[in-house]
């Protein structure tokens, strides 16, 4: 992998896999930060040693971070404090976008209650094993490197040199 890069985050009260995708080639590289502790409270404070350091990001140039969704207002409010630290442990250099379930799953053909598989990727990502969460995070990086790719193509395209509204 040579870069430069988009990262893509998928996130739980437990860990946070991040996925950091070449944006010239399908090879990406996964990393995942298990978090400890007893509570979501203690995890959550356990994340600011644990995610990559300033070094890992310097070729970075965009983060996507899968919008968190809970099942009760708590759930909610803890993933919601987790998203928090992954955003404030990311350089400022890098750009940030939160990106909806729907939208990523729809850009890899999924439906919104579906999990990518191995299939749903080319096979050149993975040297090893991914698990799930590994996969949403790739899908997210995806969706960000292509949506992106996109907008820069149309925004050359456009005898202004801007993006067409």
Not at 48 to 62: A, F, H, I, K, Q
């Amino acid at each position: 992998m040579t870069g430069p890069f988009v990262v893509g985050i998928d996130l739980s009260s437990r860990a946070v896999d991040l996925v950091r995708l070449d944006e010239n080639q399908d090879e990406a590289e996964w990393r995942s930060v298990n978090l400890a502790g007893a509570d979501a409270w203690t995890r959550t404070l356990d994340l600011r040693g644990n995610m990559p350091t300033s070094l890992w990001w310097d070729e970075v140039y965009l983060c996507a971070i899968e919008k968190p969704f809970g099942p009760s207002r708590r759930a909610q409010s803890v993933l919601m404090r987790v998203q928090g630290a992954i955003l404030a442990s990311i350089p400022s250099h890098v750009e940030l976008w939160e990106v909806d379930p729907a939208t990523w799953k729809k850009a890899l053909g999924l439906k919104q209650s579906e999990k990518p598989s191995w299939s749903a990727f080319p096979p050149s990502f993975f040297d090893d094993y991914w698990d799930q969460n590994a996969r949403d995070a790739l899908g997210v990086a995806l969706y960000a490197r292509d949506e992106n790719a996109r907008g820069v193509a149309a925004a050359l395209n456009h005898p202004t040199g801007k993006a067409a509204a």
